[in-house]
T-cell receptor, first 111, second 117 residues
Framework: DQQVKQNSPSLSVQEGRISILNCDYT??????FLWYKKYPAEGPTFLIS?????DKNEDGRFTVFLNKSAKHLSLHIVPSQPGDSAVYFC??????????FGTGTSLTVIP | NAGVMQNPRHLVRRRGQEARLRCSPM?????VYWYRQLPEEGLKFMVY????????ESGMPKERFSAEFPKEGPSILRIQQVVRGDSAAYFC???????????????FGSGTRLTVV
């Protein structure tokens, strides 16, 4: 069963605009969340993380928001750049347990 | 249609013991990748294998680590004489084609958490 869901397989955004990638989870025990980015020619690379004690974490153009009551996670990219075009995976973990990955959202930033 | 299966999900080893991590790719997938995630770090590539061949092992530590993907059976990541620094989450992924070809899906397993005590 898919405990982490990314319901949008793809997203297209104009350069300079905001990209919002969404992720939902079902397990209330998850307490650590991550976003990965994957380019076609490379393996996934870590982007940003957040623990359940926070509701927001920011790193440059990337901000992750966590809504625990809604079991919802989102990644905001502002401003979006063509180099951000990639597949984005969210992942979640509970203490002492493995990571559960979403199926990914393919982001295309149009110049 | 099972996804990428990794076992065990959690493995505890004492220093000096051997750890064997198994990965069964998705049905029909003949390309397997192993990644490691150290605490507070992102996924790092370790090795890429096809059936009976190691294609790219540029991310593998030079000593104590080895990987195989035999003609029959799962891919195995083997760590000999484990040390505390080996404690990490080890992820396997599989795909139909080479991972640099966007047309092929790239599916991760749930990982094995190795704890060395």
């Amino acid at each position: 069963d898919q405990q982490v869901k990314q319901n949008s397989p793809s997203l297209s955004v104009q350069e300079g605009r905001i990209s919002i990638l969404n992720c939902d989870y079902t397990n209330s025990m998850f307490d650590y969340f991550l976003w990965y980015k994957k380019y076609p020619a490379e393996g996934p690379t870590f982007l940003i993380s957040i623990s359940s004690i926070k509701d927001k974490n920011e790193d440059g153009r990337f901000t992750v928001f966590l809504n625990k009551s809604a079991k919802h996670l989102s990644l905001h990219i502002v401003p979006s750049q063509p180099g951000d075009s990639a597949v984005y995976f969210c992942a979640a973990s509970a203490v002492g347990n493995q990571f559960y990955f979403g199926t990914g959202t393919s982001l295309t930033v149009i110049p | 249609n099972a996804g990428v299966m990794q076992n065990p999900r959690h493995l505890v080893r004492r220093r000096g013991q051997e750890a064997r991590l198994r990965c069964s790719p998705m049905k029909g997938h003949s390309h397997v990748y192993w990644y490691r995630q150290l605490p507070e770090e992102g996924l790092k590539f370790m090795v890429y294998l096809q059936k009976e061949n190691i294609i790219d092992e540029s991310g593998m530590p030079k000593e104590r680590f080895s990987a195989e993907f035999p003609k029959e059976g799962p891919s195995i990541l083997r760590i000999q004489q484990v040390v505390r620094g080996d404690s990490a989450a080890y992820f396997c992924a599989s795909s139909l084609g080479r991972h640099w070809e966007m047309n092929y899906g790239y599916t991760f397993g749930s990982g094995t958490r190795l704890t060395v005590v």
